[in-house]
């Protein structure tokens, strides 16, 4: 038998269609795994996932696919054995049909699973500081690779997701599912159809009181304390210590995302150029010495944090717009992405959710948007809403992984592909850079080598995923 990844996919998925027999092999975990080529009605009718990296967020994703008749999830590998049980307890909870294959042998480990398994799809959800090696890893092995979010450490890695997909044809679905949320879709429907008309301003970005994720003891005691580092426990193992040793908009793609639907980016239009800038850091560090489990003489009372509590990053685009978007992790505040979306006819804000529209609002008036967000709801959402009830983040991760999902079966490019990746991960590296230079601006590389000029919108254009 061939090696697998010498085996071309499509050959692949039409041959096993026709195989009917089941190989039983054992596991790492020592149990017996049904390594079934099943038989399909059609080809893609069913996907093999796996998933590298199951803490938090890779068990909402493995949650929602063992909802789905249409994947079978068949690996899982992650260094962190609770966070394995706990995938574990999902899979029993869901009374999943196969037992996945557990690749728990290291951090080099996924490599082996990306190896052995005949996998059809792969979702990486690991620390940042993985997504790009193993998304390149996946790319090569010829699956379908749905990497979740992040900014970049330098343009090179970037450029590398880019070269990489080019090279093997292998897609990238960048999983930003704040794209999929439904006033940001009703939004989308309503910036298509004219109604901000031209596009002029736009706001977004990550205000999120991260303080309790940043530093956490342990599972039981989720958001209680102010440890990080190997001692914690999920996102306080490593997301802290990029507020230690980095400043600048560290998450940018929760806000650049739905933006750039807005304004069509590497689609007719293309960011040219930011400038960043970052306030004093305070937050963390009074975080710490304020809390009862720290205190000024707590170890990590001492640390010194290089985020600034506030950075704000000012980006234009080709076509003349101007876009504002704020990274606030560290102080005390409610939770706002913090959209604007602005035009030559009026705006809409998420933060007061209101709008104004000339010749329909009352003049120099807000009026809710409520109304507005009916009656423009997205068809996906329309067509979706009972599936999406309960899923993660207010539904919005069913529609992510119902189009990564459908994409994979259809075979089809992403809807958010390599390019979006690369252009929403690249603001990280450039903000940093800006704000070392005194907030100087920084040119954007164009990551589609001029394509964005020809390239037509393609997220949510309908009813179908
Ligand atoms: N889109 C969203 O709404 C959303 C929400 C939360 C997190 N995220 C993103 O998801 C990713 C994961 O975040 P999380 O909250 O699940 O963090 P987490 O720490 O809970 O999970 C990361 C997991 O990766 C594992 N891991 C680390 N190195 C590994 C390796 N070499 N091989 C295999 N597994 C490895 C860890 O043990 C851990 O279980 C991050 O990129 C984060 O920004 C997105």
């Known amino acids: 038998m ?14 096993s269609a026709m195989a009917g ?9 020592g149990y017996a795994k049904t390594k079934a080529k099943k038989t399909l009605s059609s080809p893609k009718d069913v996907i093999r996932m796996g998933f590298i990296g199951t803490g938090l967020r890779g068990q909402g994703h493995v949650s929602l696919a063992l909802n789905r008749s249409d994947v079978e999830v068949v690996a899982i590998c992650d260094i962190d054995p609770r966070m394995i049980e706990r995938t574990q307890n999902i899979l029993t909870r869901k009374k999943a049909k196969i037992k996945p294959t557990i690749y728990d042998q290291g951090p080099h480990d996924y490599l082996r699973m990306l190896e052995e398994e005949e996998l059809d799809a792969v979702i990486i959800a690991t620390p940042w500081r993985w997504h790009t090696e193993m998304a ?26 880019v070269r990489t997909h080019e090279e093997t044809g292998t897609h990238l679905f960048f999983l930003e599912n704040v794209c999929y949320r439904r006033d940001v879709m009703a939004v989308l429907n309503m910036v298509r159809q004219g ?7 736009l706001e977004c970005g990550y205000q999120h009181d991260l303080r309790g994720v940043k530093f956490n003891d342990g599972e039981t005691a989720y958001n209680s304390g102010v440890k990080f580092g190997d001692e914690a426990f999920s996102e306080a193992r490593w997301r802290t210590w990029h507020s230690v040793h980095r400043n600048g908009d560290l998450y940018p793609t929760h806000g650049i995302g739905p933006v750039a639907h807005y304004t069509n980016l590497n689609r007719g239009n293309r960011l040219t150029h930011l400038t960043s800038m970052s ?12 809390h009862e489990k720290g205190g000024p003489n707590h170890p990590n009372a001492d640390v010194e944090f290089s985020l600034g509590d ?33 035009g ?53 991760d069913y529609f992510l992984l119902h189009a990564f999902v459908e994409s994979v079966k259809a075979a089809q490019p992403a809807p958010i592909d390599v390019y979006d990746a690369a252009t929403w991960m690249a603001i990280t590296p ?5 704000i070392r230079l005194g907030s100087q601006p920084v040119v954007f590389p164009d990551f589609t080598r001029g394509r964005w000029m020809h390239r037509q919108p393609v997220f949510a254009l309908d009813d179908a995923f």
């Open 430 to 434: 450039m903000s940093e850079e800006s």
């Open 2 to 15: 061939p090696r697998k990844k010498d085996v071309n996919r499509r050959d692949f998925l039409q041959k």
């Open 195 to 201: 109604l901000f008309g031209e596009m002029v301003h």
């Open 310 to 342: 506030k950075v704000t990053t000012m980006l234009r685009t080709a076509k003349g717009e101007t876009i504002v978007m704020h990274h606030d992790t560290n102080l005390p505040r409610p939770y706002s992405l913090g959209f604007r979306v602005q």
């Open 21 to 29: 027999a089941a190989l039983a092999i054992p596991s790492s975990q």
């Open 344 to 396: 030559t006819k009026g705006l809409w804000m998420d933060v007061n959710s209101s709008l104004h529209i000339e010749g329909t609002s009352p003049s120099h008036q807000w009026e809710a948007a409520a109304s507005y967000l009916e009656k423009y709801d997205h068809p996906l959402w329309k067509r979706y809403e009972s599936e999406a009830s309960g899923a993660g983040h207010g539904g919005m």
């Open 136 to 161: 390149v890893a996946a790319m090569k092995a010829g699956v379908y690779t749905g990497v979740e979010v992040c900014g970049a450490f330098s343009l090179d890695e970037c450029w590398e997701l």
């Open 279 to 290: 306030s004093k850091s305070r937050g963390l560090h009074d975080y710490i010495v304020n």
